[in-house]
């Protein structure tokens, strides 16, 4: 009896660990997931600029790893890109991507849909350079808000797990 109790209090206090780990964890993936977005943006950019290529090309070429979730996300767009209009697709998929930016983030990144594709390459490429400086914004405040929440919550869970082991104990 007492081996299994103690393998029950092991067990709440790795699980108390972890829960605590994987929100901490969500703070870093958004500072990274944004950070790939301005890059993903700067790839567009340079693409509209100087080769002139469609919006689904850049998409399937910015998808053709389809190693990170950001990546997949374009891979989509570009599957979709020919039945509707650009502006609805890139809403959607930005909206319905399993991803750690909050809405705040995708509502930056949504708002970058209204242009493409509808006006000429320099209105796209301005519009992008806008998107990019508000995404500057959202990565510090991303940063901030992982440098105040992460050690927190890693804190927490182990805490909280060693609170329940000494009661249970």
Known sequence: MYIFKCMLLILIFSLSSAIGIMIAKVYENRVKELKEFKNILNIMKTKMKFTYEPLEEIFK?????NSTK????FGKMSNQILYGQVKDIW????????ISINQEDKDVLKKLGKLLGQTDVEGQVSE????QSFLD???EKAEEEKKKNQ???KTLGIVVGLVFVIILF
């Open 61 to 65: 070429e910015i998808s053709s790893n």
């Open 70 to 73: 950001i990546e997949k996300i």
């Open 91 to 98: 809403e959607d998929c930005i909206q319905e991507a399993d």
């Open 128 to 131: 992008i350079d806008v998107t």
């Open 137 to 139: 914004v959202q990565i």
């Open 151 to 153: 050690k927190m919550y």
